[in-house]
């Protein structure tokens, strides 16, 4: 299997690749959208590996692509609706950059509350301004609020208790009482944390209607003089609310993500944001520890690993939830070369569409039971013809699938 790694990757991960018998092709450093499709075009690889890169339409019909691996968190960078289309697997590795995230949103809180970026500006000028820089308000005893609550929301917990901080937190999967085993308080959207919060924290995923989510409306709720922090990804965040909030309400904010980004690693970058006043902002560093990028790196080898060895996708992130099965259909047979090819012509010949199915085959390979969604239901006559024309189908009902 060949695999193309489209973004700076680890080498132990290319030797992990190597390892499990993969042909590796490392372009790094292709520039633009059409360097990436020649270079699909000219490897055609199986498997495209990315980081930063974004994955284009065009890109997945440069080549015979089946997997595309995103070696980190979030999966915005790639067009799924796309690759969905063209059958072509999307898996990413969740959780493995958690603890990087979160200490650089610590690192953010911290450096807003002390000013660390603006001592060090006025030290390289040669400048000793104690008086200046002595005021900060301390960790201890504020409020942390928290904006989704996956794996870095939940590293966070641990770290705000170290400083002191009690927690308040929003997440659509958040309940009260999961809240409370996590010993954090529950609020019932990101509105009311934005009111209860004196640092809010957005650990947020792309998608699901999330853009622009943070607006207007929710930094209006903050308390005046409040710290915020996004590590999660720029487009989640109105910054036009954002910088109005900045300069109206004294709103000091600690950025590592923006919606206008550059997507390559170096490059001229000129968002508003970046000239507001009271913005400390890093270059979408959060998942760029060693440790960090060993474990994605090591995440990434297991996926194409088992790919390769099974055909299954760990971390799938685009097969569909929901089918438009509406029926089941089982067929107990005995496990004999043309069986299932039997039933499928008659499903077929009825017009019906298969949706997912699996065969189970019982000890001692006699017999096996095979399950068929269907997306309407067989008539009788099918299931009559079924039985009829095939003496090793031993038994055959139909069930509807409930929502």
């Known amino acids: 299997m060949r695999i193309l790694v489209a973004d700076k990757f680890e080498k132990s991960g290319l030797d992990g690749l190597k390892s499990i018998g993969c042909d590796v092709v490392y372009q790094p450093d292709l520039k633009d959208d059409a360097a990436l499709v020649e270079a699909i075009r000219k490897n055609n690889p ?206 000091r904010a600690g950025l590592d993500v923006y919606a206008g980004e550059p997507s390559s690693g170096a490059g001229a970058f000129s968002d508003p944001i970046t000239k507001a006043p009271g913005l400390y902002g890093t270059h979408h560093i959060g998942a760029s520890t060693d440790q960090a990028q060993e474990a994605i790196a090591a995440e990434t080898v297991r996926i194409v690993g088992v790919f390769k060895a099974t055909g299954k996708v760990p971390n799938v992130v685009n097969l569909a939830k929901q089918t438009p099965a509406t029926h089941m259909l089982i067929v107990r047979h005995r496990d004999r070369p043309g069986v299932l090819a039997a039933v499928l012509d008659a499903i077929r010949a009825a017009h019906i569409n298969v949706q997912e199915m699996e065969n189970i085959i019982f000890e001692g390979a006699h017999a096996a039971v095979a399950r068929i969604n269907l997306d309407h239901a067989a008539p009788r006559e099918t299931l009559d013809a079924m039985r009829a024309k095939n003496a090793d189908i031993l038994e055959v009902d139909l069930l509807e699938i409930k929502p």
Not at 64 to 80: C, E, M, Q, S
Not at 228 to 236: A, D, L, M
Request: contains cysteine; aromatic residues 6%.
């Open 46 to 251: 199986g498997v495209l590996v990315v980081r930063s890169t974004k994955v284009t339409e065009p890109m997945l019909d440069a080549g015979a692509i089946k997997l595309v691996v995103r070696a980190g968190a979030g999966y915005n960078t790639i067009d799924v609706a796309a690759a969905s289309k063209r059958g072509i697997y999307v898996s990413n590795c969740p959780g493995k950059n958690s603890i990087a995230v979160a200490e650089l949103a610590f690192a953010l809180i911290l450096a807003l509350d002390r000013r660390v970026a603006d001592n060090v500006i006025s030290l390289r000028k040669g400048e000793w301004n104690k008086k200046e820089f002595s005021k900060a308000r301390g960790l201890s005893g504020r409020t942390l609020g928290l904006i989704g609550l996956g794996k870095i929301g939940q590293e966070m917990i641990p770290r705000a208790k170290a400083f002191g901080m009690p927690v308040v937190a929003w997440s659509r999967s958040l309940t009260p009482v999961r809240a409370e085993a996590l010993g954090i308080a529950y609020r019932e959207h990101a509105t009311a944390v934005a009111r209860d919060a004196d640092v809010v924290s957005v650990h947020v995923a792309m998608g699901g209607g999330m853009k622009g989510f943070l607006n207007a409306n929710f930094f209006a709720a903050m308390r005046e003089g409040a710290y915020f922090i996004n590590t999660s990804r720029g487009e989640v965040v109105d910054e036009e609310a954002l910088i109005a909030a900045m300069r109206d309400r004294k709103i």
